[in-house]
């Protein structure tokens, strides 16, 4: 039987610095290491801790955590490495360049040895409103945060204060084992469609390792919402992409198949790889798409038009 851990964060586009959890379940004591019991017993998820803005450092069963120059987000402790003491994973974000990252900090004596994965740098001016981290599975950890960037200045109005622009929701999946790994980043920006990622880990192929089932939800204006659902396989060098993957090219053909040509033009400007693209997984923005899309999308709107 497959369980499957569902996670989402939903761009919303409200002013303010709330940091709370979007979770509602509670976690065992974060400062309590793991006991052999523990290990055995059913898995239950375990939540960060959210920690106040501009936390630089915090402390852990007596020795001292420090961003090292980032702003901590949110904590969370485990015995990653099953020596008996705490280590901890903390989403970490440094306002001067907008970098977003997760450390992963081993306890080894009296202290922390940390280091950092999934590294982004989203730009000065970027502000972090909401934040989240939990151990998902026995395998995997997931950090959320929600970014908000500064839009750039129009050219004739040098002088105007930036803007915050839409919302940018942003996913890293690590590997929990002693030496925990980044599996992939996901980045999901507002835009004029809405888009909604939701992430599932779980062994899908029944091989045994932990696989990642990704649903986008999309919703163009004025056309039905549609769900586009990706499969990363855990192969030796990581998570691939399903070698018989069929999306978004299935969605994309129905959508051009039943829908507008505008509309089915920024269906695939949403998904597949381009500048305009809301999603981006990785270092590549857009996924890959049927050759030859955008020319039958186009086709829809001239033949509608004639």
């Known amino acids: 039987m497959r369980v499957l851990f569902a996670f989402v964060l939903l761009l919303a586009c409200g002013p303010g610095d709330d940091r709370r959890v979007p979770f509602q379940d509670t976690p065992r004591d974060p400062d309590t290491p793991e006991t052999p019991e523990d290990r055995e017993a059913p898995f239950e998820p375990a939540i960060a801790r959210v920690l106040p803005a501009g936390t630089e450092r915090i402390g852990v069963q ?19 490495d099953a020596d008996g003491d705490l280590d901890a994973f903390a989403l970490a974000f440094e306002a001067e360049t907008g970098t977003l990252g997760l450390l992963v900090a ?23 409103d909401e934040v989240a981290l939990r151990r998902a599975t026995p395998a995997t950890v997931i950090a959320e945060a929600r970014l908000r960037c500064p839009e750039p200045v129009a050219e004739d109005a040098p002088d105007a204060a930036p803007e915050l622009g839409p919302p940018q929701a942003v996913r890293l999946v690590v ?16 835009g004029d469609v809405g888009l909604t990622l939701t992430l599932e880990p779980g062994d899908l192929d029944d091989d045994g390792h932990e696989d990642l089932r990704a649903r986008l939800l999309v919703r163009p204006p004025g056309a039905d919402e549609r769900t586009v659902e990706l499969r990363w396989m855990n192969r030796a060098n990581g998570l691939t992409r399903a070698s018989d993957e069929a999306e978004p090219g299935a969605t994309l053909d129905a959508v051009i198949a039943s829908e507008s040509g505008a509309t089915a033009e920024r269906f695939g400007k949403t998904l597949c790889a381009g500048p305009e693209a809301q999603i981006e997984v990785g270092p590549s923005r857009g996924l890959p798409c049927p050759e030859g899309w955008a020319r039958r999308a186009a086709l829809v709107s001239l033949r509608a038009a004639l």
Do not use: N, Q, W
């Open 106 to 128: 081993r306890r080894e004596g009296e202290r922390f040895v940390s280091r950092p994965l999934g590294r982004k740098a989203f730009g000065p001016g970027c502000a972090m």
């Open 62 to 80: 007596g020795a001292e955590l420090t961003g090292a120059g980032s702003d901590l987000g949110a904590l969370l402790t485990a015995d990653v």
């Open 175 to 190: 590997s929990f084992e002693a030496a925990p790994r980044l599996l992939e980043r996901f980045v999901v920006r507002g």
